[in-house]
């Protein structure tokens, strides 16, 4: 059984460009959750995917979006980077229900300098 | 809105210590309690879960227990070891709704020192 892939691991970009991050859900996981993890912080929700849809979001802006594809995988963009957009994010994938737990990818570092 | 609340760190023990984290949450519903543990650099990994009131988490030697009269889910440990160095984050999920997010705490780094 394959694990949440994330690609890349690191990645440094510059204020204003745009990114986009990339995750394989294990097999089996029809649900995509991206959080963003400042230093010294707790995962924070940004959206969840389901059925290719953004179901849900957290508090971030419209310039953080992203996309389910028919195999369950995932993308996260955001444009016009800003310094406290470094962060690590995590990408988690799940059955459908609040029961069922999250498995975590290993990250994608970002550093906008 | 839904929140979980953790004991402060860092935490510093001794190898074969008795370890203790404390998690309070506040939810609408009737929520899944997670513990997840990130290792330097590392992602998040499932620890333990319950989902109902009075069900009881427990592996590798961590157990904790859904308190639903005290809100609470503090994870435990007989005898800690120095590969249980890590960040604990306690989370709960949603038991409805658009979405099933995950809310976290802070996190609690512990040490353990041989």
């Known amino acids: 059984e394959t694990g949440v892939t994330q690609s890349p691991t690191h990645l440094i970009k510059t204020r204003g460009q745009q990114v986009t991050l990339r995750c394989s859900s294990q097999?089996?996981?029809?649900?995509v959750s991206w959080y963003q993890q400042a230093l010294g912080q707790g995962p924070q929700f940004i959206f969840q995917?389901?059925?290719?849809?953004?179901?849900g979001r957290g508090n971030f802006p419209p310039r953080f979006s992203g996309l389910q594809f028919p195999n369950y995988s995932s993308e996260l963009n955001v444009n016009a980077l800003e310094l406290d957009d470094s962060a690590l994010y995590l990408c988690?994938?799940?059955?459908?229900?609040?029961?069922?737990?999250?498995?975590f990818g290993p990250g994608t570092r970002l550093t906008v300098t | 809105g839904n929140s979980v609340t953790q004991m402060e760190g860092p935490v510093t023990l001794s190898e074969e210590a008795f370890l203790t984290i404390n998690c309070t949450y506040t939810?609408?519903?009737?929520?899944?309690l997670f513990w997840y543990v990130q290792y330097p650099g590392e992602g998040l990994q499932l620890l333990l879960k319950a989902t109902k009131a009075d069900d009881k988490g427990s592996n590798k030697g961590f157990e904790a227990t859904y308190r639903k009269e005290t809100t609470s889910f503090h994870l435990e440990k007989g005898s800690v070891q120095v590969s249980d160095s890590a960040v604990y984050f306690c989370a709960l999920s949603s038991s409805g709704g658009s979405n099933y997010k995950l809310t976290f705490g802070k996190g609690t780094l512990l040490t353990v020192n041989p």
């Open positions: 995917y389901y059925r290719e849809e953004e179901n």
């Open positions: 939810a609408t519903g009737y929520p899944s």
């Open positions: 988690a994938s799940s059955l459908w229900g609040g029961a069922y737990e999250q498995y």
């Open positions: 097999s089996g996981h029809n649900t």
